[in-house]
């Protein structure tokens, strides 16, 4: 089961795991730094910023479960 879903606020996916940065870089969005992220959805800031929502959801998805299973 996904951890991440479109409704998922983009605060909570940062607060998650550190690597949800990186990936809201990568797709060309400035997340971790925007005021918005406790606001706006997963789903809300790829469309607005013609983002696929599913690709994005896949990578974020994709990230450990957990801290300790990065070490």
Sequence with gaps: ???F???TLIR?????HPGAA???ERHGLACPSCLASG?????AVAS???VSVAALLAE???????????E
């Design 60 to 70: 974020l998805n994709e990230l450990p479960n957990s801290f300790a299973e990065e």
């Design 48 to 50: 607005m910023h013609e």
């Design 5 to 7: 879903t479109q409704d």
């Design 12 to 16: 909570d996916v940062l607060v998650s």
């Design 22 to 24: 990186d990936v809201f």
């Design 39 to 43: 606001l706006e959805s997963v789903a």
């Design 1 to 3: 089961m996904a951890r």
